[in-house]
């Protein structure tokens, strides 16, 4: 047991140091990332400019697209690329996708380790580096559009229901996109399902725009598909749409998603290790 | 002349013969590179279909039908770029970084042309025809409109042709004097980053940003500076013209001549700095 937490320990630290090797350039990549939010700002408020019966003062904005002002959906998207720091895993399927096609995933059934919880080692250590460095850029964001939080901070229990929510948007990201680098093992080329699953992430998961602006015939896709717990769910939790019941059920939903996608993966890998063959050295 | 007109078709095929040589790869690149500017033409659906009156901007024309051809005429430009020039700028830094320029350099012909050309993705070509498709069909929705026909004449589809051309002057300029930076900056890896977070401006009606201190700094700095703002808005404003109703506006004339003016003013400066560039290369190989 302590032989196997100091492995996963040491790996941890290893991850952490992998991730420090390019400050730089990561920090000017963080900045960089709020570029297109600035247009996609400058737009929203032209937008709702059109929505404006009557001058008001200060020009405030007051028309409502989807039950979010204008200033609403400048902190919707802010929190969105929050969510999005948890819950997006570049690389991943495509990584275990490789490392089945080209032998490396030998490499972890010589060794009495296992690759999906190495691999979710690997990504938490790259996580808290991200946050560490990217948390000046966020703040300088966050602060700069403050005025657009008009409801403050939430409560003690909402913001507590939303670190959890953040927390098990990473584990769900995490698994979905494992398991589906894990079908590899069956179907060498998995970038056509990449494909259409950043096709319904677009749509379904609410990091482009809010999901009530979806037309009313797929609400049902929503509530039936994970998709919405990666970006829209926390997000909305934070600005305070989603309350009372709604809340608790949404999270022990997220709770089941992230048991679903974890349980398939398990039976992916045993599955698939049965099924490879590795040649050569 | 006539050499280099030869030597770009024999580029052109050679790539040709490539990019066709796996076939579905091919038929793949375009189906992703469509699904993605119909995800974009469904995400601005979604946003017009949220009221009756939505526009981008008040009183500034670009209603649903004015917009999907501003959004068809970013296509145009879009996937002219990819096609012949995004690969090429790509392969200039990696060139540098090699070493491999040096081979360029040797060859008896212009060397900015030389690395402007060699390799053109077809595949990119499919959203040239989907945006000639939307833009088409838009301009043809308008051309019906029961309350505020559009009336085009031969001459201003011809100059919309012409306005894209100088747009794509614009874009050629800014990307090779990006790419040649590489020579300065060792290797270029954010290229194609620093690209797509520029020309992210592009892509939107250039009313938005006149407003606010920073909205218009923004414009000044995207109009005369990195002056991709004209790109797209000359030629959508040519076809759509979302001001027809109100008889037209009088900048439309000066955008004209800052689109021509900063065509001709971008490519200099850039055969400048790739020029510049050039006599600062050092051959990495041995």
């Known amino acids: 047991m302590w032989a196997k937490a100091s492995t996963w320990w040491t790996y941890f630290r290893v991850s952490l140091e992998e991730r420090m090797v390019y400050r730089g350039d990561f920090i000017i990549g963080v900045m960089m990332r709020f570029l297109p939010f600035a247009t996609q700002v400058f737009m929203y408020w032209a937008i709702f400019e059109t929505l404006q019966a009557n001058e008001q003062p200060e020009g405030r904005l007051t028309g409502e697209i989807g039950g979010f002002t204008f200033y609403d959906l400048i902190a919707y998207l802010l929190l969105v690329t929050v969510t999005r720091a948890f819950s997006s895993m570049p690389g991943l399927t495509s990584g275990i996708s490789n490392s089945v096609r080209n032998g490396e995933v030998k490499k972890y059934l010589i060794q009495p380790i296992d690759m999906v919880g190495f691999m979710l080692i690997q990504r938490v250590a790259h996580k808290l580096v991200y946050y560490v460095m990217a948390f000046l850029p966020f703040a300088f964001w966050f602060y700069l559009f403050r005025d657009c939080f008009t409801n403050g901070i939430p409560g003690v229990e909402i913001f507590a229901v939303y670190l959890l929510s953040l927390v098990l948007s990473f584990l769900l990201g995490f698994f979905l996109e494992t398991c589906m680098g894990l079908i590899a093992f069956w179907y060498l080329e998995v970038t056509s399902l990449t494909f259409i699953y950043m096709l319904f992430n677009f749509f379904l998961s609410g990091h482009m725009f809010p999901l009530t602006w979806l037309p009313g015939e797929f609400e049902w896709a929503v509530q039936a598909l994970p998709f919405q717990y990666l970006a829209y769910f926390p997000a909305a939790v934070f600005l305070g749409k989603i309350t009372g019941a709604a809340l608790y059920w949404g999270i022990v939903v997220q709770i089941a998603w992230v048991f679903f996608f974890f349980l398939l993966s398990r039976l992916l890998w045993h599955r698939g290790v049965k099924r490879y063959s590795g040649f050569g050295g | ?286």
């Not at chain 2, 100088?166 to 790419?179: E, F, R, W």
């Open chain 2, 1 to 286: 002349m006539k050499t280099y007109i030869q030597v770009f078709l024999t580029f052109a095929r050679n790539s040709l013969v490539r990019d066709l040589s796996f076939r579905t790869n091919f038929l793949l690149q375009c189906v992703t590179s469509i699904s993605w500017a119909i995800m974009n033409w469904a995400f601005f659906k979604i946003i017009f279909a949220q009221g009756k009156n939505i526009a981008i901007g008040k009183g500034t024309g670009w209603t649903e039908n004015e917009f999907f051809i501003f959004l068809g005429t970013v296509w145009i430009i879009n996937a002219i770029v990819q096609t012949f020039f995004m690969p090429n700028a790509q392969e200039f830094s990696e060139l540098i970084r090699t070493g491999n320029l040096d081979f360029a350099l040797l060859k008896p012909i212009d060397t900015q042309f030389l690395v402007s050309f060699p390799r053109l993705n077809w595949a990119s070509l499919a959203n040239f025809f989907l945006g000639i498709v939307v833009v088409v069909f838009y301009a043809n929705a308008l051309m019906h409109d029961a309350v505020n026909p559009l009336s085009l004449s031969v001459f201003q589809v011809l100059s919309y042709i012409v306005f894209i051309g100088a747009g794509v002057v614009i874009m050629y300029s800014v990307m090779i004097s990006l790419a040649a930076t590489s020579v300065w900056l060792g290797r270029n890896q954010n290229l194609y980053m620093i690209w797509f977070y520029l020309t992210n401006f592009y892509r939107y009606p250039m009313e938005i940003y006149q407003r606010g201190v920073i909205g218009w700094g923004l414009w000044g700095f995207f109009s005369f500076v990195v002056p991709v703002l004209v790109v797209a808005n000359v030629p959508a404003r040519t076809l759509a013209q979302p001001l027809r109703e109100s008889g037209g506006n009088r900048w439309e004339n000066w955008l004209i001549l800052l689109l021509f003016t900063m065509a001709l003013v971008s490519l200099w400066v850039s055969r400048r700095v790739f020029r510049w560039a050039l006599s600062s290369y050092r051959s990495a190989s041995s």
